[in-house]
């Protein structure tokens, strides 16, 4: 019945939205408990871990005496470093073509693929692997080279 009520629009069931939402609450925690479980475990863990960065950057504010819209200013281009796709200007055929590293997923070998317009719009151009290693913690160790 769960599984029917999930997959009919809420208003062919019959039923109210909370009720149909905890019939598909219900049926999830059946069929994926675990999972859920987990999931929810990560999420918890996150929205700590945010928090914990938010009373950081407070505190640095405080202590600094800093003007916090200053102190975000100042901060703002570190932060959208760290993270982001890291892209690169190449010459092909007589055009300028920006490409983003993209690495395998046991992160040993990387390629240059054509960015895609989201990818533009979020990334940064690193000048080398030291520069985008540190902007986004990565171990000094890294035997990866720069491009």
């Given at each position: ?106 992160r040993t070998e990387g ?37």
């Open positions: 019945m769960a599984l029917a009520v999930m997959e009919m629009p809420a208003e062919l069931t019959g039923i109210s939205i909370v009720q149909r939402d905890a019939l598909i609450e219900r049926a999830l925690e059946a069929q994926h408990g675990e999972a859920l479980k987990a999931v929810q475990e990560l999420e918890r863990g996150i929205e700590l871990a945010e928090r914990a960065v938010q009373l950081g950057r407070e505190e640095i504010i405080k202590e600094s005496e800093a003007d916090p819209h200053q102190f975000n200013e100042l901060a703002e281009p570190f932060e959208k470093a760290a993270g982001a796709n890291w892209l690169k200007k190449f010459q092909e055929n007589g055009e300028e073509v920006v490409r983003v590293s993209r690495w395998n997923a046991t390629t240059w693929a054509k960015a895609t317009p989201e990818e533009l719009e979020n990334g940064v151009y690193f000048a080398n692997f030291e520069e985008y290693r540190l902007a986004n913690g990565l171990p000094a160790d890294d035997n990866r080279s720069a491009a």
